[in-house]
Each structure stands twice: as C-alpha cells, then as structure tokens.
C-alpha cells in the first residue's frame, strides 16, 4: 500500500472488517513477537487475514501470524491484531499504524500494546514483565512520526499531548491485577529503536544513559496515533533478553530472534492471565 494514508481508506477497511465481526470492539490488542497465542483465549473468534482487509499491509516477519481476531476475552469484545507491523519492514509509519485507525473507526476505546525487548537493566531476566510508562520514540524524533503532514481533524488535533501517553487508571488496573495473581511487574521506560539490527554496545550505553529501562523495534507508533484519535492505551512488555555484558557470555546474534520468540511462548500463559485480569477490571461502558 501507499505510504499515504487518508480518511476513505481507513473507512473502507472498517467497513469491510465491520461485516465479517460479530461484535464492535471496545479493546483493540496488539501482540508482539512470540506472543500471538494470547488470541487462543479469544471466545467465539472470527479470524480474518490482513491480506483479506482493504488497503492493509502485510505481515513479514517470523512469529507475526498477520491477522485479526475479534471476539471476547473475560466478557469484553475484543479485536485482537495477531503480529504487527514494523519500520524496519520498510513501511512508513503511517502505514503501520493504518490498523490503528480502523480499530479506532470501529469503536475501539483502548489500546493495548505488547512487545517483546531487550532489558537495559542489570536486575531484569528474561521472561519478566515490565508495564511501560512512558516510551522514548527515537524514530519519531528523527523525523519518522505516523502524524507527519496534513493532519485530519476528524481523527484527532494537530498537536496531540502525550503527557501521558500511557494512561495512569489502566496502569493502576494492571498493578491491581498483578498483586492479585503474585505476578512481579516492573514498570519503566521502553525506547523503540529503527531495527532491524541489533543495537550496539555503545548503543545500549546511550538508552541505559538517556532514561531507557526496555528496547524494542516497535509499539511507540502505534501508542502515537492511538492518543492522536483519544484512545486510551496500556503497554506491556516481555522481556526477553538482557544485553551481553550482563550475561556475561557471547550471544548468537542469528539465534537472538529464535529466543525471543521461545521466551514469548514460555510466558503466554501467565502474560494472558494477566491481560484477562485486567480486561475483568475494567468499569462498565457508558
């Protein structure tokens, strides 16, 4: 698809998932690397493939199924989005977060982001959970933001804050629910860097330097257009791996995606717990 990205197109792609679901989405979820079987929860599914939907990309990468699935997850209608879509795929960034807005057209209210990331602290594991606070969008800063050229009001304000861009009631939500279940929740910063390569030493020096707590290679697109159009948006990421120096021994950098997707697939169930906790949590609507 086009890099260009307009009201018709977000509207005729609404239509159509409009008429394959069976509900209207009050929660849009978007899954991260190794984390996509979180949709097995999902009762009543209705799956549909990106390829399926009007003016969607594809999904490229390993560990990214590329479809929606709508349904209910602990009594709230859901539209699950099982692999995202990322920068370094070579799509712009309104591109990516096209899915976004048709979430949003349908009805969706909030956003929940997951990921998987590498860890900057020396006291994080792989397999933790860390609810983000806040993110540094370094591909945003650089020029590379969703909301760049001709703004369109019917989506949003030409200057959306972004204090906070992670709402603090949801986050409360999660904080209850993780006391609940015994679960330890980090809470911190996530970076997303431009990937696809890994980061560097010196790299990893200047996110640990400038306030980062977890990298990725997404998420903060999405959070972006997601307050741009009133959302309210809660971020969880999984850590799956910590940098060398903390490890203490060399790293495979072919085998590094492979263990990420083995990392997110070992912590499914919990993470899913987790989500479905938070879901239940949530007032009624209206």
């Known amino acids: 698809m086009s890099s260009a990205v307009n009201y018709e197109m977000v509207a005729h792609a609404a239509a159509y998932l409009a008429g394959r679901l069976r509900t209207r989405p009050r929660v849009a979820m978007i899954l991260g690397s190794g984390l996509s079987h979180l949709t097995d929860q999902v009762a009543d599914p209705v799956v549909v493939p990106y390829a399926d939907v009007p003016h969607m990309a594809a999904s490229t990468v390993a ?169 309210r948006v809660l971020g969880l990421s999984l850590i799956t791996n910590v940098p060398q120096d903390f490890l203490g021994e060399d790293e495979d950098p072919e085998a590094m995606h492979k263990q990420v997707l083995a990392v997110g697939e070992h912590a499914v169930p919990a993470l899913a717990r987790l989500l479905m906790g938070v879901l239940g949590r949530l007032p009624p609507q209206g």
């Open 63 to 231: 560990g990214h199924a590329g479809r929606f699935v709508g349904g209910s997850l602990n009594g709230q209608p859901v539209l699950v989005m099982q692999g995202r879509l990322h920068f370094y795929e070579g799509y712009a960034a309104a591109t990516i977060t096209f899915p976004v807005r048709v979430m949003r057209h349908l009805g969706a209210e909030i956003l929940i982001v997951t990921n998987a990331a590498g860890g900057l602290r020396p006291d994080f594991a792989a397999g933790d959970l860390m609810a983000i606070t806040d993110h540094l969008y370094l591909a945003g800063l650089a020029g590379h933001n969703p909301l760049r050229g001709p703004n369109d009001e019917r989506w949003g304000p030409r200057f959306p804050d972004m204090t906070p861009a992670y709402d603090p009631a949801l986050l409360d939500l999660l904080r209850q629910e993780a006391r609940s279940q015994g679960v330890p929740l980090w809470e911190g910063t996530y970076a997303m860097v431009a990937g696809p390569s890994y980061e560097t030493p010196a790299e990893i020096r200047f996110l640990r330097t400038v306030g980062a707590d977890a990298v990725g290679m997404s998420t903060a697109p999405e959070v972006v257009v997601a307050r741009h159009a009133g959302m």
